[in-house]
């Protein structure tokens, strides 16, 4: 079955404490992103892959990371959480179109994240 | 003022009526994805569009280039379309960055 995977779905952590929320999708495609959605201000790009080895940032990447070591894999990487991290998290993947574009995304289900 | 605007921010109607829910954008773009998140938070993708006019079962969606506008029309809406519908861009900067507009919550009575 084509799906995006994510762990953990549910987790509660406190102020400092390294953390990795892993996406894996088994598509093989080329595209992956992190969003984060926030009551009142709907979802936001963190960071996005084209391709392996290759990461840019999206409008809220402050206070994360990201890797892009084999295809199928895009760990969100946070080194120091804070209180302002709380969110729920969306991992995604996609096809890329004949002129580079995205087409269409498939989410996993989401990891909701709590920082004390 | 946000790149992408989306309207109403929700709607209520009646099972069986036609519904149309629009996204306005203020910046160039290379496509145009329409999202459907359920009650349950699950995120599905509806259409992608860079032009003209797409269809799926019940759902439209429609896209206007040069008035910077997109709409998601239901047909004969059902309530199992109850969900929040989200437009989102990609610019035509060169790369390949997502603007979400804020979502419109869609209740249907039955």
């Known amino acids: 079955e084509a799906q995006v995977t994510q762990n953990p779905r549910y987790l509660i952590t406190v102020t400092g404490k390294k953390l990795t929320v892993t996406c894996s999708q088994n598509?093989?495609?080329?595209?992956m992103s992190w969003y984060r959605q926030d009551p009142g201000l709907g979802l936001r790009q963190i960071y996005y892959?084209?391709?392996?080895?290759?990461?840019d940032k999206g409008d809220v990447p402050e206070g994360y990371k990201v890797s892009r070591k084999e295809k199928r894999n895009f760990p969100l990487i946070l080194e120091s959480p804070s209180p302002n991290q709380t969110s729920l998290y969306f991992c995604?993947?996609?096809?890329?179109?004949?002129?580079?574009?995205?087409?269409?995304?498939?989410f996993g289900p989401g990891t909701r994240l709590t920082v004390l | 003022k946000n790149e992408v605007e989306q309207s109403p921010q929700n709607l209520t109607a009646q099972e069986g009526e036609f519904i149309t829910i629009n996204c306005s954008y203020s910046?160039?773009?290379?496509?145009l994805h329409w999202l459907q998140q359920h009650p349950g938070g699950g995120i599905v993708s509806l259409f992608m569009l860079s032009s003209g006019k797409k269809k799926h079962g019940r759902l439209i969606a429609t896209i206007n280039i040069q008035e910077k506008h997109s709409s998601l029309h239901i047909t004969a809406s059902h309530p199992r379309d109850s969900a929040v519908y989200i437009c989102a861009v990609i610019s035509n900067f060169g790369n390949e960055k997502l603007t979400f507009g804020t979502g419109t919550r869609l209740t249907i009575i039955p």
């Open positions: 995604a993947s996609s096809d890329l179109q004949q002129w580079g574009s995205t087409d269409t995304q498939y």
């Open positions: 598509m093989n495609h080329e595209y």
């Open positions: 892959s084209m391709n392996v080895e290759v990461t």
């Open positions: 910046v160039g773009i290379s496509a």
